[in-house]
């Protein structure tokens, strides 16, 4: 409680800040100037992400009460901090995702300032969207930073508007294909368990099942998305993995579930330990993937100030790492409370059940856009996994509304009408946040870009 003081935690992450800052003008041999600018930089996008982006891990599990507050930080810091340090990216793309080409820019200098106006400008941007309580995709804005510094250092000719017009395409299909496979798996488990008569034997035959299933996808997910950045695994092999981890877990599930199935009351229960394995992956993957959102950038200019010259890719070096991982995992502690909150509890009432469907949908979208090549956001895939468990509640609500007034039953159309399941002033602001991530971004950026142009 006292450290998310705003003053309090704004002072620790200043301090943060400077002490990476002081870090890479020991840590680097020439002991750049730039170099020291563009890891304080690289320091506030990772406090940002951690801020932002790690709420869609937990918000769930938080609003499921499957986790207390302090128990989703601790999990998370410690699965941020090792995906980042264990599956961090070793090589990233001196450019973002191939946005603007290397042969664009006009000397190392010239590429160095874009970059960290780039950076600057999305951290500002993950920033300020925290601030409003929006969720949006820390990757989405890293892209948009680097085409608006890359536009207004290289010119529009530069930027590559394939790979823009990919990444698009992924702000419609990952929020909706994660909110129908949330609503189907949610429906499913209706119709198995809760709907049934019987519901403790139902229960005994199909929760194994469900957690072989988020076993399976998991181990798939972590394979392809945590250790893909060490060992090679393409989504086949991946799958490969997942089956028989999801397999055992099923087995070895089956005396738990049938001990604890006993009551009606505990079903529910049987859904928070996978709920807290899954949330834990999760986050794992997403140090192990996101981190480089933040020291991407930084391990470019590293790298081009030592070789003087524009790398085609770049090692990243361990300190760098982990400045990464330390900037995340603060960023979660210290402002990640109010935005877990804001998912997990005020989007739409989540229980276990409803969390787990989530998780699930958030890691099937994943794998499956990634074995089809298409690039998703995993904060847009979790974001509509909850709208979409929040829209199925309320056509099964209107349905049975409907079928109590045809029995001369029920509550009145404007009564209905009020009684949403899911607030349309967060579904509003999200929508318009992710809308405007890559413009914002870009101008943010391409001013920041424009401003460290003219001081140099």
């Not at 041999?29 to 930089?41: E, K, Q, R």
């Not at 393409?234 to 199935?261: K, Y």
């Not at 950038?297 to 790398?311: F, L, S, T, Y």
């Amino acid at each position: 409680m006292f450290v998310s003081r705003p003053l309090v935690g704004l002072g620790i992450a200043l301090f943060l800040i400077a002490l990476a800052a002081l870090a890479a003008g020991i840590v680097t041999p020439s002991g750049s100037g730039l170099v020291v600018l563009a890891t304080a930089f690289g320091a506030y996008m990772a406090l940002n992400i951690g801020a932002n982006d790690v709420a869609n891990n937990m918000g769930p599990a938080v609003g499921a009460k499957a986790l207390s507050m302090t128990g989703a930080i601790a999990i998370a810091a410690i699965c941020e901090s090792a995906g980042a340090l264990l599956g961090g990216a070793d090589v990233v793309a001196t450019i973002s995702r191939g946005i603007v080409g290397p042969e664009s820019f006009q000397g190392t200098e010239a590429f160095t300032l874009t970059m960290m106006g780039g950076l600057l400008g999305a951290a500002i941007w993950v920033n300020i969207a925290t601030w409003i309580g929006a969720p949006v995709s820390t990757t989405h804005s890293i892209v948009g930073g680097v085409l608006g510094a890359g536009a207004a250092s290289a010119g529009l000719a530069a930027v590559s508007w394939g790979t823009m017009a990919a990444i698009a395409s992924s702000w419609v299909a990952a929020p909706v294909l994660g909110g129908v496979i949330a609503g189907l798996v949610l429906a499913g488990v209706n119709a198995a368990i809760l709907d049934r008569e019987d519901r403790v034997t139902a229960a005994r035959m199909w929760v194994p099942v469900l957690i072989g299933i988020m076993a399976t996808a998991f181990a798939t997910y972590l394979a392809m998305k945590g250790l893909g950045h060490v060992v090679r695994i393409g989504p086949g092999r991946a799958l490969a993995i997942g089956v028989p981890v999801g397999i055992l877990a099923a087995l070895a599930s089956r005396p738990f579930v049938a001990e604890r199935a006993g009551e009606e009351a505990t079903l529910e229960s049987l859904f928070r330990l996978p709920l807290i394995v899954s949330a834990a992956f999760l986050s794992f993957a997403h140090g192990a993937n996101d981190v480089a959102n933040a020291v991407g950038p930084v391990a470019a200019i590293v790298g081009a100030e030592a070789q003087g010259a524009v790398p085609s890719a770049v090692a990243v070096p361990r300190w760098v790492m982990v400045i990464g991982a330390a900037g995340i995992s603060f960023g979660l502690i210290l402002f990640g409370p109010r935005l877990i909150r804001m998912v997990g509890k005020q989007i739409t009432k989540l229980n276990p059940v409803r969390a787990y469907c989530i998780s699930l949908a958030a890691a099937v979208t994943v794998i499956a856009a990634s074995w089809l090549g298409l690039p998703v956001s995993s904060t847009h895939t979790v974001i509509g996994g909850i709208f979409g468990v929040g829209f199925y509640r309320e056509w099964r609500a209107d349905r049975k509304l409907g079928r109590s007034q045809q029995s001369g039953k029920g509550l009145a159309r404007e009564e209905r009408r009020r009684r949403k399941l899911v607030r349309r002033s967060h579904f509003m602001t999200i929508v318009a946040a992710w809308a405007i991530t890559v413009p914002a971004a870009a101008l943010l950026s391409a001013l920041a870009a424009s401003v460290l142009h003219w001081l140099a």
